[in-house]
């Protein structure tokens, strides 16, 4: 049996993308990114929650996100988790974190709202994928027309 392991998220960035680079060479980003989620209490009272997520990016994407990405930039980002853990030198305790690994990441933010550069007034928006090399697709998608008898989605058009 197939196993999947994929995470979506649309965030804002913590901080800057700090970019390092290992002894044969790679680029690897590492930033924080924020999702929030908006829920009533047992009160009936909103709430807002912030969940950080630790993301890292590979070679071309690693150098994408340390040129386009600033702090509260918004970004999507597509990977896997990935948990690593290790022994504490100092207390011998066991220590976990848990990273997204993204292979996919969609500047949203414009230029005034802390995206660094990756949308720009005409609309278009950065798209970088690991999968496709060098590629840094900055065309605006094209509108697909809507279906000719476009209603509300139903239980018989889920296909599963």
């Known amino acids: 049996m197939k196993s999947v392991n994929k995470v979506i ?6 901080k800057d993308p700090e970019i390092k680079y290992t002894p044969q060479g790679k680029p690897v980003a590492k ?3 924020a999702t929030n989620e ?3 209490d047992k009160d ?3 709430q807002d929650r912030t969940e950080w997520h630790n993301i890292v990016l590979w070679e071309r994407l690693a150098e994408i996100a340390g040129e386009y990405l600033k702090k509260g930039g918004k970004v999507y980002i597509e990977g896997r988790i990935r948990t690593d853990s290790w022994d504490d030198k100092q207390t011998g ?3 976990y974190m848990t990273n997204i ?10 230029r005034g709202e802390g995206g660094g ?3 720009s007034a005409g609309g278009t928006r950065g798209v970088a994928t690991s999968s496709a090399g060098n590629n840094f697709d900055q065309r605006t ?12 989605i139903t239980d018989e058009d889920i296909p599963f």
């Not at 998220?9 to 913590?14: E, I």
């Not at 998608?141 to 509300?152: D, F, V, Y």
């Open 9 to 14: 998220l649309v965030g804002n960035l913590g």
């Open 93 to 95: 305790q066991k220590k």
């Open 101 to 110: 690994i993204g292979h996919d990441l969609v500047l949203l933010g414009g």
């Open 117 to 119: 550069g990756g949308e």
């Open 31 to 33: 930033f924080s990114l």
């Open 44 to 46: 009936g009272q909103w």
């Open 38 to 40: 908006r829920y009533k």
């Open 141 to 152: 998608p094209e509108a697909e027309p809507a279906p000719a008898a476009a209603g509300p």
